[in-house]
C-alpha cells in the first residue's frame, strides 16, 4: 500500500527513544520531513543521524515539556509548516492516585493537555491552509480500562483523550483527524520502570514481574515500539482520511474492552 506520504512534514514529540523514535524512523522511511522534538540536543542529533534521507529536510526541535512557556516560545519561532503532528509525551510516575500530590497531578496536566494545546494551537492553521491535517497522540490503554498502580496516569491519559475527541469534532471539516493511539505493554523504558516499580511492591523478582505481565497479554509477549509507531504511521496517512476521534489500542489484545 502506497501510504502517499512523501514530502508531507511531521513533528515527532519525543522522538529520542523509545515509540517516538520509533515513529519518526518510520515515518522518514515513508518519505515525510520529519522534526524531532525533545528536551536532550545530544540525543536529539543521534536520531536525527538515524533517520533515513532521500532529499528529505529533517531537523529537530529542543523543547523541554514540564516547562509549556519555553515551549510555547519555541513554536512561536518556529516555522509551524506541519502535516502530521504526533503528540508523545512520556508517563507521570507511577503509584496510587490517592497518595498522589497535587504537584504531581498539576505538572501531569502541564505535560500533557497543555502543552499538547500549544502544539495543536501552533500547527492547526498550516493543516487547514493544506487541507490536511493528521493529529495522533500516543497515550494508553488506560483510556479504556484503569491500570493498577498508575493513578495520575490513568488520570491524565483519560483527560487527553477526551480532549482530542472534542478536537476531531471541532477539526474535521477542515479534512484534519484527531486520533488516539493506546500502546499496551511496549518494551521501553518506561516499561523497564513499571515493572520494578511493579516488582519491589509485590516482593518479587523484575524476572518473574515480566513473567506475569507477559501472561495478561493473549499474544504472550510485549509489543516492540516498532508495532505501535506503524498504527502512527497508518493514521498519518492519506488512507486514513475517514478515521477521525478514535482509540487504536496496540496491545496484543490485552484490554479486556471491545
Known amino acids: 500500500m502506497n501510504l502517499q506520504l512523501k514530502n508531507k512534514n511531521a513533528l515527532v514529540c519525543g522522538s529520542t527513544q523509545g515509540i517516538g523514535k520509533a515513529t519518526a524512523i518510520l515515518l522518514a522511511e515513508e518519505g515525510v520531513n520529519i522534526t524531532l522534538v525533545a528536551r536532550n540536543e545530544e540525543k536529539l542529533k543521534a536520531v536525527l543521524a538515524e533517520l533515513s534521507n532521500e532529499n528529505q529536510c529533517h531537523s529537530y526541535l529542543v523543547a523541554d515539556f514540564s516547562k509549556p512557556d519555553e515551549l510555547k516560545k519555541v513554536m512561536e519561532t518556529t516555522d509551524c509548516n506541519f502535516h502530521i503532528l504526533v503528540n508523545n509525551t512520556g508517563g507521570p510516575k507511577g503509584g496510587?492516585?490517592?497518595?498522589?500530590?497535587?504537584?504531581?497531578?498539576?505538572?501531569?496536566?502541564?505535560?500533557h493537555i497543555v502543552c499538547n494545546q500549544i502544539l495543536v494551537q501552533a500547527v492547526v492553521p498550516f493543516m487547514k491552509s493544506e487541507k490536511y491535517g493528521r493529529i495522533i497522540n500516543v497515550i494508553s490503554t488506560s483510556v479504556k480500562e484503569p491500570i493498577p498502580g498508575l493513578g495520575v496516569s490513568n488520570t491524565i491519559r483519560n483527560a487527553v483523550g477526551n480532549w482530542s475527541k472534542t478536537l476531531a469534532s471541532e477539526l474535521g471539516q477542515f479534512q484534519i483527524t484527531v486520533n488516539n493511539v493506546l500502546p499496551g505493554f511496549t518494551d521501553t523504558a518506561?516499561?523497564?520502570?513499571?515493572?520494578?516499580?511493579?516488582?519491589?511492591?509485590?516482593?518479587?523478582?523484575?524476572?518473574?514481574?515480566?513473567?506475569?505481565?507477559?501472561?495478561?497479554?493473549?499474544?504472550?509477549?510485549?509489543?516492540?515500539?516498532?508495532?505501535?509507531?506503524?498504527?502512527?504511521?497508518?493514521?498519518?496517512?492519506?488512507q486514513a482520511s475517514y478515521i477521525n476521534g478514535i482509540n487504536v489500542p496496540v496491545d496484543g489484545g490485552r484490554t479486556k474492552s471491545l
Open 96 to 111: 496510587e492516585l490517592l497518595t498522589a500530590t497535587t504537584t504531581e497531578l498539576l505538572n501531569a496536566f502541564q505535560m
Open 190 to 238: 518506561r516499561l523497564d520502570q513499571i515493572i520494578k516499580i511493579k516488582a519491589q511492591k509485590e516482593n518479587t523478582t523484575e524476572a518473574e514481574m515480566e513473567q506475569i505481565m507477559k501472561s495478561y497479554v493473549p499474544a504472550k509477549r510485549f509489543a516492540k515500539p516498532e508495532e505501535t509507531a506503524a498504527a502512527v504511521t497508518f493514521l498519518a496517512s492519506k
